[in-house]
Nanobody, 125 residues
Framework: QVQLVESGGGLVQPGGSLRLACAGS????????IAWFRQAPGKEREGVSC????????YYADSAKGRFTFARDNAKNTVYLQMNNLKPEDTAVYYC??????????????????WGQGTQVTVSS
């Protein structure tokens, strides 16, 4: 089973950018569909993106469209989430996870695989 470790979180001002990384070990990440999730205090966990293993096509939640971009670096066995124009409502713990699916009915993203431990992103002035 693949192990995942997120990094790259931190404190950023509104309008700023962060790039989160999710490093895999134990198995190549390019075999997996990969999702990014986030969970803010007191809120439900939200799927932010889900990327296919075959062609890297990515579904983004409405909250992420136009601001977040997924990328893979297979040589480093790492995936990334580039987050631009960050807003205070993006504050959350961000997780990567494997084996994601998107419901065609609700567009909600689910993961059925491994999860990382999360990295905190705080957007505040």
């Amino acid at each position: 089973q693949v192990q995942l470790v997120e990094s790259g979180g931190g404190l950023v001002q509104p309008g700023g950018s962060l790039r989160l990384a999710c490093a895999g070990s134990g198995f190549p990440l390019d075999y997996y569909t990969i999702a990014w999730f986030r969970q803010a205090p007191g809120k439900e966990r939200e799927g932010v993106s889900c990327t296919s293993a075959s062609d890297n096509s990515t579904y983004y939640a409405d909250s992420a469209k136009g601001r977040f971009t997924f990328a893979r670096d297979n040589a480093k066995n790492t995936v990334y989430l580039q987050m631009n124009n960050l807003k205070p409502e993006d504050t959350a713990v961000y997780y990567c996870a494997t084996d994601c699916r998107r419901s065609p009915y609700s567009n909600k993203i689910y993961s059925f695989g491994s999860w990382g431990q999360g990295t905190q992103v705080t957007v505040s002035s």
